[in-house]
């Protein structure tokens, strides 16, 4: 999955949220590299078979990030797996990564699999409720786990996840300064082009959630804004 290298914006869509065919076809003709179908409530292998064939009518990359045994779907351009660096509850550390290799070994062989050191920042959100994350991390914690994800478990991707909450730019700067290789996925809070723009200095992809279904014009003003800034960092 060399191309996701390229991903310099991504929208996410929550499969467990309704959505109108027009609304669906502004984020995927937004111009944005990829869309990331992946939520934390209410996801289903209806719902997420759905948002597949919904998105599958336009160009535009779909990848299934994994948070349901159930809702694993084939079809998808590949399937971002989520590896909760921070939580508590150890299912979400290995247990249903096995769980799903036992199940579902033979397809994910033969499918696209990129691996995501997730990090967790927002302690109120349902992603850390579900997953019982320790979010009280100070900014020694969060690059020890970056550097673990990267060196240790050689993931491909860590993933600063602030979502529901605008991130910490200085954590963002300092993470992305650390990783040598892997790429570094910013999401969460981000409501404005200039916002958007803040972490696309640091991060190499931006994902951009809630926003899409709070407030889609100034959502779709971050494709743009995100493609045209340059990373001050080019090491990966
Ligand atoms: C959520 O990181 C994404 O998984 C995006 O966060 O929904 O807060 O934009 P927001």
Redesign the pocket.
């Known amino acids: 999955m060399e191309e996701m290298k390229a991903w310099r914006h991504a929208f996410?869509v929550d499969p467990g949220r309704p959505f109108s065919e027009q609304w669906l076809a502004e984020i995927c003709e937004s111009g944005t590299d990829v869309v990331i179908v992946?939520g934390t409530e209410g996801t289903t292998v209806d719902n997420v078979t759905e948002c597949l064939a919904a998105v599958r009518r336009f160009s535009v990359p779909c990848v299934l990030e994994v948070t349901e045994l159930e809702a694993l779907t084939p079809g998808f351009d590949a399937y971002l797996i989520p590896v909760v660096l921070n939580a508590h509850h150890p299912a979400f550390i290995s247990g249903l990564h096995q769980q799903a290799l036992k199940a579902h070994g033979q397809f994910l062989k033969t499918a696209d699999v990129l691996g995501e050191g997730y990090c967790i920042m927002n302690r109120h959100s349902s992603?850390a409720r579900r997953t019982d994350a320790d979010a009280a991390l100070d900014m020694d914690d969060i690059v020890a786990f970056s550097r673990f994800s990267e060196s240790v478990l050689r993931m491909p991707i860590f993933?600063l996840?602030?979502?529901?909450?605008y991130g910490d730019i200085e954590v963002v700067k300092k993470v992305s300064q650390t990783l040598e290789h892997a790429r570094l996925f910013y999401?969460?809070?981000?409501q404005t082009a200039e916002q958007a723009v803040d972490m696309a200095k640091w991060a190499d992809t931006v994902?951009?959630?809630?926003?899409l279904y709070e407030n889609k014009e100034e959502a779709l003003k971050t494709v743009n804004a995100v493609k045209e800034t340059k990373r001050k960092t080019n090491k990966r």
């Not at 994902?207 to 926003?211: E, F, P, S, Y």
């Open positions: 996410k992946g992603a993933y996840e602030y979502s529901g909450t999401g969460g809070g981000i994902v951009v959630g809630n926003a």
